[in-house]
């Protein structure tokens, strides 16, 4: 029989019976009085509701703690289903707290004694579960319980109410909780209401419009008081968002929210969109799609949040939260540029907003609009701070900023990222005004039989914006379309000339054309990331400056150098700053990146000055690509955000001529051909002097090794896999130096290739890993195992024995030097040609010896290790009978491919 410290399962059958044996005893083991503890027959009956219906209903227990009810508990028979149970408590819950303010029911529990869980008021997922046999004391499960549940584990309710009666209190919240309750409810629509992860994100949206909308109404009431630093105080009546509000209309219509407030709001859209303030983010005749329930439970928990008191930079995050855990990594992935990325471009960019100018700024590919939100925030940041504006000044140059100051371009359509644009530009004060759904780079902005008429009202305003923009006035020179360009072009993204349509977009760009030797001959394709820069250069404005992630090939590689000489031929390279590899790891783009800084040249003939250079190392690390959050990433966002501030400081100093620039400041003749960081700024063998300094002899990697293979011994160490029929063993050389042995193939089965054997005491390269540390010596027992031509076998020249050569090249100041020898873009493979040249110190007898001996006891303590893990498990097979031919042929019959 099962038993717990409150009896035998046996015991419990019907409902009478759990409340009797089960929950009663429960209640009171948790530390609660009978005073503490209201039966069904003395609970207040409420209107609950049942999907679309309603009824009156109340649960077998309500427990008190500070005079308010904390949680509720329904109890049923052991062959009762739980899941039946959940929307009546959880509706209960939302009944009782839309009575009084901070909603004091926290939870609620189900139980048939068979299985027990608590849920917390507002979600129908539970928090923990226990079985009968679980309640005893120490166990984890029934711990949990208690550590939710006991009285102890409530504050004390207040004994009165901060605020008076027929009034509503709105509190900011801290972002952890934002994203809490946010995710929260993402949760509870796609769960409650069967939508797709899609359709529960608009959903939200729509819910978030409304919160805002009335959260915006309650701010404007001239009665509304400050309770504190972080509390607002508003009549009740002055706020729709609320269960109050929902309750007082439900006579007239099921879904009051739906329509009522939503259909009011939307109204009131299209009244804007028609008088040209306001694009269009919902369609029209749209309704709300959740059940009544889900938006009083939604209601519930958000309406004393306020959303109005958050600062832009705050509300950016908590939407770029939400896009990310409903949308990144599925449709929406490769459209979001990790927000410390877009920091730094903003802080390049040196936006200027003054009485006197305020600039325009346009981002052609904005995606979710990410680069324009930043650039709202920067520049009424800078409004805000200063003090010599009139208040009414400030509010009308805000404004400003928001609503003509900020251009969007995306051309997606599934989904329309310019409508989800606008509804992010909404959330922080408008100005999705001028977010437009089109292609920026069809310069014709040709209409397209498919065009939904709004489409075609679109791009028939833009073309007359880019008509006005192109038009001089008084003798003046065009003001362009804007004055700055913030931007992430997308990288990988082919037109071709094969393609008609592509063919005629591609007619209108110079950099589709080699004109070489004064011709003019059609490239076959282009990329997208350098059409943008052509186009930017047609859209900006005199002086225009453009600051965008690039693809670091196109800085340096080879096949690019046509569009470098378009480069210095149109623009002044006024920055050039590297981004880490892994900074767009969450958008799976493995390309190297960097972020540069260009400005229209007045005239072909304008000299190029000295550029700004800098190299970073935690911009864009810090939004990884897994979901699970660990501690590790608050301290990458603290050095993301440090190196940021760093950046932007050194180069307001380069640009003043201050000194502390001085060692991230390129000349104008080095970058006459490449313009990559990398092949610039880094100065090689730069602790020669240091070592050179101490007395250190200095001596290339190739006078210290020598490769393996030779003449005399080729036979014997090289297999060519066409001519043999061997079965070999890969060695892998692992990032912590030592080797492992791999998969043992027959060379007839792999491709055409030639391979090398290894010998004891060999010195291994990893081509592709040696800069992260992939370089070993082989050990005897991985003798004559095989590498592949991604690796290089060498073997000592000198005295300085092997153990020695791999401490020094394992530095991190080799491994360094090992990158700035490798002249590729974005490449890490360094050959043997590369790597002969690394210059490193050579230590004395003393630090060889030292060297030499740690390496040994290592060695020795590894084989001990592996000698051990092996008598282990021989000991458990023999001893305990774990092994057998029949435990073998099984494993052999039925273990899954690799």
């Not at 304008?606 to 608050?634: K, T």
């Not at 090689?684 to 090794?705: H, K, N, S, Y």
């Not at 043999?724 to 492992?740: A, K, P």
């Not at 290089?792 to 090249?809: E, F, G, M, Q």
Request: charged letters at 30%; one cysteine or more; hydrophobic letters at 40%.
């Amino acid at each position: 029989m099962t038993g717990s410290k409150f009896g035998q399962l046996a015991d419990l059958g019907n409902e009478s019976s759990v409340e009797q044996f089960f929950v009663s005893r429960l209640l009171k083991d948790l530390g609660y009085k009978d005073s503490q503890i209201k039966p069904k027959a003395s609970i207040d009956e409420l209107k609950i509701s049942r999907g679309r219906k309603s009824e009156k209903w109340r649960p077998d227990y309500a427990v008190i703690v500070g005079s308010k009810v904390r949680w509720i508990c329904e109890a049923k028979g052991v062959e009762e289903n739980l899941d039946d149970w959940v929307g009546q408590s959880q509706s209960y819950c939302l009944a009782l707290n839309s009575t009084q303010p901070d909603n004091p029911v926290e939870f609620f529990m189900l139980t048939n004694g068979v299985t027990t869980r608590v849920y917390r008021w507002d979600d129908s997922t539970p928090i923990t579960e226990a079985s009968f046999g679980d309640f005893v004391d120490g166990n984890q499960a029934y711990s949990s319980i208690r550590t939710l549940l006991a009285p102890e584990s409530f504050k004390a309710a207040p004994a009165s109410d901060p605020v008076a009666e027929g009034e509503h209190i709105l509190r900011r919240r801290s972002v952890s909780d934002l994203n809490s309750d946010f995710a929260w409810a993402h949760r509870l629509i796609y769960k409650r209401d069967n939508l797709s992860y899609n359709a529960a994100f608009m959903e939200f949206v729509k819910v978030i419009f409304l919160k805002l909308h009335s959260d915006r109404e309650a701010h404007a009431d001239p009665n509304l008081r400050e309770l504190d630093d972080k509390s607002i105080v508003v009549p009740a009546e002055a706020v729709k968002f609320s269960s109050a509000w929902i309750k007082s209309r439900e006579a007239d219509t099921p879904s009051p929210l739906d329509s009522i407030l939503f259909q009011k709001l939307l109204s009131d859209f299209e009244i804007a969109i028609t008088n040209g303030r306001k694009k269009r983010i919902f369609p029209k005749g749209e309704r709300l799609l959740l059940s009544p329930d889900t938006l009083r439970v939604l209601v519930g928990r958000l309406e004393h949040v306020d959303l109005i008191s958050i600062d832009a930079d705050l509300n950016g995050r908590m939407f770029e939260t939400f896009l990310n855990s409903t949308l990144r990594g599925k449709a929406l992935g490769q459209y979001f540029t990790p927000r410390s990325v877009v920091k730094l471009a903003t802080g390049l960019a040196q936006l200027r907003a003054d009485d006197k100018h305020i600039d325009r700024v346009i981002d052609a590919c904005s995606g979710t609009g990410g680069f324009l939100i930043e650039a709202l925030a920067d520049m009424w940041s800078k409004l805000d701070a200063n003090a010599s504006l009139s208040n009414k000044r400030r509010e009308e140059l805000r404004m400003q900023v928001a609503e003509r100051s900020l251009i969007g371009v995306d051309v997606a359509r599934d989904p329309a990222l310019a409508r989800i644009a606008r509804i992010n530009m909404y959330l922080h004060g408008d100005g999705g005004t001028s977010v437009y759904q089109l292609d920026s780079l069809d310069k014709k902005v040709s209409p397209h039989p498919t065009d939904e008429p709004e489409i075609v009202q679109e791009k028939a305003e833009f073309r007359k914006r880019l008509k006005e923009a192109s038009t001089a006035s008084g003798g003046s020179e065009p003001l362009g379309l804007a004055d700055v360009a913030l931007t992430n072009p997308p990288f990988a993204k082919e037109y071709t000339r094969d393609e008609e349509g592509d063919a005629k977009l591609l007619d209108d760009y110079m950099l589709s054309y080699d004109t070489s030797g004064g011709a003019k001959r059609p490239l076959k394709s282009l990329s997208s990331m350098i059409m943008f820069l052509e186009r930017y250069f047609d859209l900006l404005g005199p002086r225009g400056r453009l600051v965008t992630v690039v693809d670091d090939s196109i800085l340096g590689a080879p096949r690019h150098k046509k569009v470098r000489e378009w480069i210095r031929k149109n623009w002044i390279i006024r920055a050039v700053v590297s981004l880490p590899g892994d900074a767009f790891q969450r958008s799976q783009a493995r390309v190297k990146t960097s972020l540069i800084v260009l400005e229209k040249k007045s005239s072909e003939d304008e000299i190029q000055p000295n550029v700004f250079m800098y190299y970073c190392s935690w911009v864009g690390v810090d939004d990884p690509s897994r979901q699970r959050i660990l501690p590790v990433d608050a301290e990458n966002r603290e050095r993301a955000r440090k190196e940021i501030e760093q950046v932007s400081a050194l180069y307001r100093a380069f640009q003043a001529g201050q000194p502390e620039a001085v060692p991230w400041t390129v000349s104008a003749a080095s970058i006459t051909d490449r313009f990559d960081v990398k092949a610039c700024l880094p100065e090689a063998e730069a602790r020669v002097p240091d070592w050179e300094a101490a007395g250190f002899t200095i001596q290339p990697l190739g006078e210290l090794l020598e490769l393996a293979v030779n003449e005399e011994n080729h036979v014997d160490r090289v297999i060519d896999t066409s001519t043999t029929d061997d079965l070999v063993t890969y060695l892998r050389v692992r990032y912590d130096g030592f080797c492992e042995a791999g998969d043992e193939v027959a060379t007839v089965e792999i491709a055409k290739q030639t391979l090398t054997r290894v010998r004891t005491g060999d010195f291994v390269f990893s081509h592709i890993n040696a800069i992260h540390g992939a370089v070993a010596v082989v050990p005897e027992e991985y003798d004559g195992l095989v590498v592949t031509n991604e690796y290089t076998v060498c073997r000592p020249s000198s005295d300085l024995s092997a153990s020695v050569i791999w401490a020094l090249v394992r530095s991190s100041e080799a491994r360094a030097e090992m990158l700035l020898l490798a002249t590729g873009i974005g490449r890490t493979r360094v050959r043997w040609d590369e790597l002969k040249k690394l210059r490193l110190p050579v230590p004395g007898e003393e630090v060889r010896s030292r060297i030499d001996d740690a390496v040994k006891r290592a060695n020795e303590a590894e084989d001990a290790m592996r000698r051990l893990r092996a008598e282990a498990s021989r000991t458990a097979s023999i001893e305990m009978l774990l092994d057998s031919e029949r435990s073998r042929s099984i494993i052999a019959a039925f273990k899954p491919p690799r």
